[in-house]
């Protein structure tokens, strides 16, 4: 049987423990601002990154990661006799799933399986996650892509957005709303379905009002839940974690819960404080 790589990029937010546990080369994208380019997870942490906002009041933009560069991460494992599965953040948020299809299209090799998270964030990550665990199982690659295929639209993620700066900034939110959402205190809950974000229900005040909205949620279809891995991934809200646990440890069967950090990819879009819930349906 053929060795298999699982690789992805630096938008999945997957803990540097479960990336060592399932093996994950991570393509890490780009975060530029005016006077530099870093590469997120490895030159700038979330909390570096959230300062130079507020020092230079100028948001980042992000790129994603060249066809040459999955070319050549491409080729090192094919060299070295693996089948590669890769799977990232989906091709609507993002051009790195169509660097990913170039780079495989110059290779020519039928040992690269491209799967289309059409999800963001812990979303992709729980797809790996599957992956990884398939892997141990001894499948095949062909068989753990179309598995895979069949989750997507399975995975459910959604956040709490405690600020509405970054959407605004980011041309996310118009200026109007912006102003509004923050004289209302509104904390909108953003749900990511068929590859595309969405607002939800929107909490008011205090930002546990929407977080509360949230839990119940996912707890109205709890009965519906894939029981074997669930994440609470933040952007630096590590106290809204601890309540989010407090809330549903003893109210949902789940074999792994995790904690996951927000890379500064994820972070520059969505801004300090955003919480997410993020599982797939049976």
Do not use: W
């Amino acid at each position: 049987m053929n060795k298999i790589k699982l690789i992805s990029d630096s938008t999945c937010d997957l803990s540097k423990e479960l990336i060592e546990k399932y093996d994950i080369e991570i393509i890490p994208l780009y975060v530029n601002f005016k006077s530099k380019s870093y590469l997120d997870g490895k030159d700038l942490t979330v909390a570096e990154m959230y300062d130079l906002v507020s020092k230079t009041n100028e948001l980042p933009k992000t790129a994603a990661p060249s066809p040459g560069i999955f070319f050549e991460t491409f080729k090192k494992y094919l060299d070295e006799g693996y089948e590669i599965i890769y799977t990232g953040i989906g091709s609507k948020f993002s051009a790195s799933f169509n660097s990913a299809k170039i780079a495989s299209e110059m290779l020519e090799s039928e040992n690269i399986y491209l799967v289309d998270s059409l999800n963001l964030s812990s979303g992709s990550g729980l797809l790996l996650l599957k992956a990884g665990e398939m892997i141990k199982s001894e499948m095949i690659a062909s068989e753990i892509k179309i598995k895979m295929e069949e989750l997507v639209p399975k995975v459910r993620s959604q956040f709490v957005i405690k600020t509405l700066e970054y959407l605004y900034k980011g041309g996310r939110l118009n200026g109007l709303s912006a102003l509004f959402g923050s004289f209302l205190r509104v904390k909108p809950i953003i749900k990511v379905r068929d590859g595309l974000m969405a607002v939800g229900k929107k909490g008011r005040g205090n930002v546990k009002n929407a977080i509360n909205i949230m839990v119940k949620d996912m707890l109205n279809e709890k009965e519906n839940i894939d029981n074997e891995f669930m994440m609470i991934t933040h952007s630096m809200a590590k106290e809204d974690t601890d309540y989010i646990k407090e809330k549903i440890e003893s109210k949902v069967n789940i074999s792994n819960l995790y904690e996951t950090s927000a890379g500064c990819v994820i972070s520059s879009h969505c801004g300090k404080g955003t919480i997410g819930i993020l599982y797939i349906l049976k």
